[in-house]
Nanobody, 126 residues
């Protein structure tokens, strides 16, 4: 219960695109800000993007700004991360997470996100 499920990862060539999806198991995402994070083996988990409960506020890491777009469809209880112009440096396991704070949507600190998914692998390689 109270677990998020990511999907949409895979292998893509540099310059390609992927759309990741985040859905909830056992609860609705509509009452949470949602963040996307990624992690490479041996490195700290880093924030990629987040979106507020109502979808009116978004934040992006400098490393992905202009290349990714976060959005949510409350009717479908789903949050998306559209990733374009992918680079090998984007290779990582991508996680979505839920922040229950009414005004939540920040990439730091990560501890504000209380519920997490299992991750989906994104590999950018030729």
């Amino acid at each position: 219960q109270l677990q998020l499920v990511e999907s949409g990862g895979g292998l893509v060539q540099p310059g390609g695109s992927l759309r990741l999806s985040c859905a909830a198991s056992g609860f609705t995402l509509n009452n949470y800000a949602i963040g996307w994070f990624r992690q490479v083996p041996g490195k700290e988990r880093e924030g990629v993007s987040c979106i507020s409960i109502g979808g009116g506020r978004t934040n992006y890491a400098d490393s992905v700004k202009g290349r990714v777009t976060i959005s949510r469809d409350n009717a479908k209880n789903t949050v998306y991360l559209q990733m374009n112009s992918l680079k090998p440096e984007d290779t990582a396991v991508y996680y979505c997470a839920a922040d229950p704070r009414p005004f939540g949507c920040a990439l730091n600190p990560i501890r504000t996100y209380t519920y997490w998914g299992q991750g989906t692998q994104v590999t950018v390689s030729s």
